[in-house]
């Protein structure tokens, strides 16, 4: 064997043996996130999606955007949808420098907002478009198409479209009828490979099915996917301060916040919930930056230039 093939086959080594160790922890469902995934090489680009009800509520907002920042920097996602976005919390995160460097907020102006609905973006966008919902709270959908390259970072290859529709149903209890509804009108919207996700306002609760049953044909729902029938509460009344303070009356700790794909090849890599720690006081009490915890997915896309290369 020759020096140079010695040398390569050390490198190929190394490499195999770095990625093979990395990823999440078993602390990550407990609130930590995980690092970010490196390029995954021969195997095509990866993709880090959250979705995030920040809360819209006028308390400590210069410190809980401050927090829920660090949070999504630190994540390296690729994408975050936010749910209860204000004007005044968006000119918080377009102020932070270490976000705005990252990320690109859509749309690019606060006056442009709809249904508190908000996207911030390191990928190329598409389009953007929002949708008025049914109902009587004037919601709308934020339906954003990007654009990510197929072999990855290191390998360029034919770029793709891939399309994310951020929702957030009408919030009252017995709701359920307007939110199944809701759910059927953004049905055209979806069209593959597509991600659905925000605040749903229903959980795994029985009396739910009507709106489960409104979801279309085709979802992978990405925490039931990675974690089986672990509740994942995103709502949690016994864990989060906030949640029990702005409960409705009769309301109980739910799985509100969903990532649903619609998209069979891309791999599920890992499902964890974000801002669970503690990390501001508010009336005497140690509590998260929102009264929701939020949710990351990663999932790996297939290369389908080295799929075709081997046609």
């Known amino acids: 064997m020759t020096f140079g093939r010695f040398y390569n086959l050390c490198c190929v080594l190394i490499v195999v043996l770095i990625t093979g160790c990395a990823g999440p922890s078993a602390e990550d469902l407990k609130g930590n996130e995980p690092p970010a995934i490196s390029d995954p090489g021969e195997e095509g680009p990866s993709l880090r999606i959250i979705t995030y009800n920040v809360s819209l509520r006028e308390f400590l907002r210069t410190e809980r955007a401050r927090a829920v920042s660090q949070i999504l920097v630190s994540s390296n996602a690729d994408v975050i949808a936010f749910q209860e976005m204000t004007p005044e919390y968006y000119a918080l995160l377009k102020s932070d420098t270490q976000f705005s460097e990252t990320y690109r907020l859509i749309p690019g102006k606060a006056a442009w907002i709809k249904g508190r609905m908000v996207v911030a973006s ?11 919902l049914p109902g009587r709270m004037g919601r709308y959908a934020q339906r954003v198409e990007f654009r990510i390259e197929s072999g990855g970072q290191n390998r360029p290859g034919n770029s793709r479209t ?38 749903f306002n229903f959980g795994d609760e029985a009396k739910a099915e009507p709106e489960r049953r409104s979801i279309p044909r085709g979802h992978r729902d990405l925490w039931r996917e990675m974690h089986g029938q672990h509740p994942g509460l995103t709502w949690n009344q016994e864990e989060n301060p906030l949640s029990l303070m702005f409960r409705f009356e009769g309301e109980e700790s739910r799985r509100l916040d969903y990532i649903f794909l619609f998209e069979d090849s891309w791999k599920l890599q890992n499902v964890v919930l974000l801002g669970t720690e503690k990390v501001l006081k508010y009336r005497g009490k140690e509590i998260p930056p929102s009264d929701h915890y939020g949710v990351m997915a990663d999932l790996q896309i297939p290369d389908t230039r080295s799929n075709s290369a081997e046609r």
Do not use: C, T, W
């Open 162 to 199: 891939f399309s994310l529709v951020n929702l957030h149903l009408e919030s009252y209890l017995n709701d359920g009828p307007i939110r199944a509804r809701q759910i059927r009108s953004i049905s055209p919207l979806i069209k593959e490979p597509a991600i659905m996700l925000g605040d």
């Open 122 to 132: 390191r990928l190329p966008v598409v389009s953007s478009r929002y949708y008025r």
